[in-house]
């Protein structure tokens, strides 16, 4: 009976004609734009992952053997164009070691393999610049055993005596230790977090987009005797097909995004593209999730339509923000000052989660508070209305609070994440990257006076000219060495490095994980916020749609009757426009709150953080004001249909 | 019948097409003040879009429309809407209330868009309510009326800025038959009281019998039937 019943509702969608296939266009494009957020959300999550399995065993700091170590393993970070590059040493302690990752063999002493884009920048460079650092590479590092396609790495096979002392005994090659990529993957869980509300929200519009046209089909079913059951079912299938395909098509839009997403350098460069195409279970764990998620969105919408017995469809007040909801953000605010606390004591490895959970709780706050202010907004708009459009305006937001926040949903978090990001911002454009001028050497104990001679002898065989100081290197005696020509910096390395074995490098260049960590966790505010911004623009435009949709009888009958479209216009962009200020304001706050265990909510106050707030307060006008533009023409249409329609 | 001078509407060989589809052909008519004209006529044979020509909302692809001593027919669209919400008046057949505003406002927004003041439009529409027998129901919205009662806060809508004439499509359609007699007795009777002409869609021939005169439209033309045989109550006092 359930499949009879849904069938028949998938063969009403489909005999509907162009309005039924417009409106499941809309429903499903607003939740094809959210299933690819979504998507890129944990194709990012995967990349790390899938990132860590290839590099993760060559960190800095590779897991120490307890006991019967299989090689020793040295990962140095050095420096060529201005770019990182990582220089392995590898040597086997016992023999038929399985090769590491990206290469067919455990490399012999002295054997260097290089990958791809190292090999073209040491075809591209002169010789005296890189190549002279790994002569007569025996091979390319295939992708199995790289981050990214740009990486530089070279592995070099070493003897057991060349990395004694220095080499960390490792009891295999595989093991995954600690690296850099374990605070981009707590990021990115935040980042994940940051779009959940937006998409969910998108979701709940997307969903309720066709709830009045529903809501008329089903009273004809109950007037022909269907159960209250039945048309459940009805309701719901509709709203499941067209989420499902719409979340299929929204994974496989991910899936073709990919190659352009892997363009984005993270973590110190681009990505391979199928790192960040999520496998299948994570993909069928999208598409349901989605689907499940639409699905009770429709079924929300369901309860303000009660359809009797007779086929007569009522609509009940809808439900108001009553104040019982200041106790939800009570407990959130409480949830956020708890995990604000837990946060320092809180392991690497899970403080990405910990601070998810804060952000989602400051999510909830700002979704609660919402309806309650657009509802006191309202009631004062009510009191003080003067003109048609304004009265109008007040009643709706009175009237439905929760459905005039629904369109506002998206921008309001938008908003928040702003506020959250915009002093972290500022910190970041602020943070000193050290000085970039001197190399530094590092000279081993006692032996200073003999490396100042060795490398102003190195320099002058090769014709670099530089200047030599004595100075503090880490606490220890070394050497600066400044080359007259900024150009001759990675001849100065490479005439250098067989002198020491520590990379030779400047101050800024030294911090180049920090460096490019904040340069990252730019890009990434700006993906996030521009993410946001898209689900906000098309949750608006949706909504906007829906209640032009679900409201185009009364519309039209207005508008026949003498009401100018102005009045409607001007009442549609007071209640969305007014509750955004108010609730956005409020959001804004609650974003800077959330900042506050890493800045100071007056970072927001520098520039780039006012950039920030900047353009997100025009970014969500103008989207409010595109969205009431955009569904101008359809309160147009639907106003104006031809008479013989009704 | 209570008929002025001059026909306070008329039309004029209207002729208006859908596309390729001829809907009127030629239809004439006219309503005077106080009067009360049926219009009926089968499914699909254009009773709808004549009322819709009359009334400012289409144009018609030819002939006239006049609204006293001015021809409406060829105003801009803006000027038609304007029109409609002062001079003229509309009962549809149900879902013409906004459901966010008490009834009271439902029926102020007319003269709020014609530029009183909200308060004295509150005060001039509550007034409506007792003759209507809506007292006390100021303050429900839509949703809380019976159908009976939303389609008598749609009249005192419709008249409440004195519009010249007020159609009403199918008034009665949605509702139980004692309902609708009821309501069309108090329609014409308060049309009659004010002076205002209405011209009325129906397909109840009770209703239609009822009226001061009856046109029937067939294939686009327009024919009158004949006078009531027993006038509305209301119309006669």
């Given at each position: 009976m359930i499949l009879r019943t849904a069938g028949l509702s998938l063969r009403l969608l489909r005999l509907g004609g162009r309005p039924a296939l417009t409106s499941a266009g809309l429903v499903g494009a607003g939740i094809a734009v959210g299933t690819v957020l979504l998507a890129v959300a944990f194709g990012a999550i995967h990349g790390w992952g899938a990132r860590e399995d290839r590099s993760g065993w060559r960190t800095e700091e590779p897991v120490r053997a307890a006991a019967a170590p299989v090689a020793l393993l040295r990962t140095t970070p050095d420096i060529v164009a201005g770019r990182a590059m990582d220089r392995?040493?590898?040597?086997?302690?016992?023999?038929?070691?399985?090769?590491?990752?990206?290469?067919?063999?455990?490399?012999?002493?002295?054997?260097?393999?290089?990958?791809?884009?190292?090999?073209?920048?040491?075809?591209?460079?002169?010789?005296?610049?890189?190549?002279?650092?790994?002569?007569?590479?025996?091979?390319?590092?295939?992708?199995?055993?790289?981050?990214?396609?740009?990486?530089?790495?070279?592995?070099?096979?070493?003897?057991?005596d060349e990395l004694s002392g220095t080499g960390t005994p490792v009891a295999a090659i595989g093991a995954v230790g600690p690296s850099g990529i374990e605070i981009y993957r707590q990021l990115t869980y935040v980042a994940a977090a940051l779009l959940v509300f937006p998409v969910a929200s998108l979701l709940g519009a997307s969903a309720r987009l066709t709830a009045a046209r529903r809501a008329e089909r089903l009273a004809t079913m109950r007037l022909l005797g269907a159960s209250a059951g039945q048309v459940t079912v009805a309701a719901v299938t509709e709203v499941t097909a067209i989420a499902t395909c719409a979340a299929v098509i929204g994974v496989v839009g991910q899936w073709l995004l990919a190659p352009a997403l892997a363009a984005i350098p993270l973590g110190g460069g681009v990505w391979f593209a199928g790192d960040l195409q999520p496998g299948p279970g994570t993909v069928a764990g999208i598409v349901g999730g989605v689907a499940v998620l639409a699905t009770f969105a429709a079924l929300g919408g369901m309860r303000q339509v009660?359809?009797?017995?007779?086929?007569?469809?009522?609509?009940?007040?809808?439900?108001?923000?009553?104040?019982?909801?200041?106790?939800?953000?009570?407990?959130?605010?409480?949830?956020?000052?708890?995990?604000?606390?837990?946060?320092?004591?809180?392991?690497?490895?899970?403080?990405?989660?910990?601070?998810?959970?804060?952000?989602?709780?400051?999510?909830?706050?700002?979704?609660?508070?919402?309806?309650?202010?657009?509802?006191?907004?309202?009631?004062r708009m009510t009191r003080s209305a003067r003109s048609p459009a304004a009265l109008l305006a007040g009643r709706r937001l009175l009237d439905d609070p929760k459905g005039?926040?629904?369109?506002?949903?998206?921008?309001?978090?938008?908003?928040?994440?702003?506020?959250?990001?915009?002093?972290?911002?500022?910190?970041?454009?602020?943070?000193?990257?050290?000085?970039?001028?001197?190399?530094?050497?590092?000279?081993?104990?006692?032996?200073?006076?003999?490396?100042?001679?060795?490398?102003?002898?190195?320099?002058?065989?090769?014709?670099?000219?530089?200047?030599?100081?004595?100075?503090?290197?880490?606490?220890?005696?070394?050497?600066?060495?400044?080359?007259?020509?900024?150009?001759?910096r990675d001849r100065v390395r490479t005439a250098l490095d067989p002198l020491v074995p520590d990379p030779v490098r400047t101050a800024g260049e030294a911090d180049l994980d920090g460096s490019t960590l904040v340069g990252d966790l730019e890009r990434g505010a700006i993906v996030v916020l521009a993410g946001t911004f898209l689900i906000a623009a098309t949750a608006t435009g949706t909504a906007a749609a829906a209640r032009v949709l679900d409201h185009r009888r009364t519309l039209r009958l207005l508008r026949l009757a003498g009401t100018p479209l102005d009045v409607l216009d001007a009442a549609r962009r007071a209640e969305t426009l007014r509750p955004l200020l108010l609730v956005g304001g409020i959001a804004l706050g609650l974003g800077l709150l959330c900042a506050s265990p890493f800045t100071a909510a007056t970072g927001a106050l520098q520039p780039s953080g006012l950039v920030v707030l900047g353009t997100t307060v025009v970014a969500g006008i103008a989207t409010v004001a595109a969205a009431a533009a955009a569904s101008r023409p359809l309160l147009r249409s639907v106003t104006t249909a031809p008479a013989h329609e009704d | 019948m209570s008929a002025g001078d001059g026909p306070v509407l008329r039309g004029v060989g209207i002729m208006h097409r859908f596309g390729a589809t001829t809907v009127l052909r030629g239809a004439d008519m006219a309503v005077h003040r106080g009067e009360v004209v049926a219009v009926t006529g089968p499914s699909g044979s254009g009773k709808s879009t004549l009322l819709h020509c009359l009334a400012g909302i289409l144009q018609p692809d030819e002939g006239e429309v006049w609204l006293g001593a001015e021809r409406i027919d060829r105003w801009s669209e803006a000027r038609r809407t304007a029109l409609r919400g002062s001079r003229i008046g509309f009962v549809f057949q149900f879902g013409q209330l906004l459901p966010e505003l008490p009834a009271v406002e439902n029926v102020a927004l007319p003269l709020m868009l014609g530029g009183v003041r909200r308060a004295a439009a509150v005060e001039q529409a509550a007034s409506w309510f007792g003759p209507l027998g809506l007292a006390g129901l100021e303050g429900r919205r839509p949703g809380q009326l019976s159908g009976g009662q939303e389609q008598r806060v749609a009249i005192a809508r419709a008249l409440v800025s004195a519009p010249e004439v007020v159609f009403a499509d199918e008034p009665t359609g949605a509702l139980d038959s004692e309902t609708g007699q009821r309501l069309m007795e108090l329609l014409a009777g308060l049309a009659a009281r004010t002076g205002t002409g209405l011209v009325v869609v129906t397909h109840d021939a009770e209703v239609a019998a009822r009226c001061d005169r009856t046109v029937t439209i067939r294939d686009g033309r327009t024919a009158p039937v004949g006078v009531a045989a027993a006038p509305f109550a209301g119309a006669e006092a």
């Open positions: 392995v040493d590898l040597a086997a302690l016992q023999p038929g070691l399985a090769p590491p990752p990206g290469l067919p063999r455990v490399p012999a002493p002295g054997e260097v393999w290089v990958s791809p884009a190292l090999a073209a920048l040491m075809r591209q460079l002169p010789a005296d610049a890189l190549a002279e650092r790994f002569p007569a590479p025996a091979g390319l590092i295939g992708d199995s055993g790289l981050r990214g396609p740009d990486e530089l790495v070279a592995i070099t096979g070493r003897t057991p009660v359809v009797g017995p007779l086929g007569v469809v009522r609509r009940q007040r809808a439900g108001g923000a009553r104040l019982l909801r200041l106790l939800g953000v009570a407990a959130a605010l409480a949830i956020f000052a708890a995990v604000n606390g837990m946060l320092r004591a809180s392991p690497v490895a899970v403080v990405g989660l910990v601070f998810a959970v804060g952000v989602l709780a400051m999510f909830g706050t700002v979704s609660l508070i919402g309806p309650l202010v657009v509802r006191l907004l309202g009631t005039a926040f629904r369109p506002l949903a998206g921008l309001t978090l938008a908003v928040f994440v702003a506020g959250f990001i915009a002093p972290l911002t500022a910190v970041l454009s602020g943070a000193d990257a050290g000085d970039d001028t001197a190399l530094r050497v590092a000279a081993a104990p006692g032996t200073v006076t003999d490396l100042d001679a060795a490398v102003r002898e190195r320099l002058a065989q090769r014709g670099i000219a530089a200047d030599v100081v004595l100075a503090d290197v880490g606490g220890d005696p070394g050497l600066e060495v400044t080359p007259v020509l900024p150009a001759d | -």
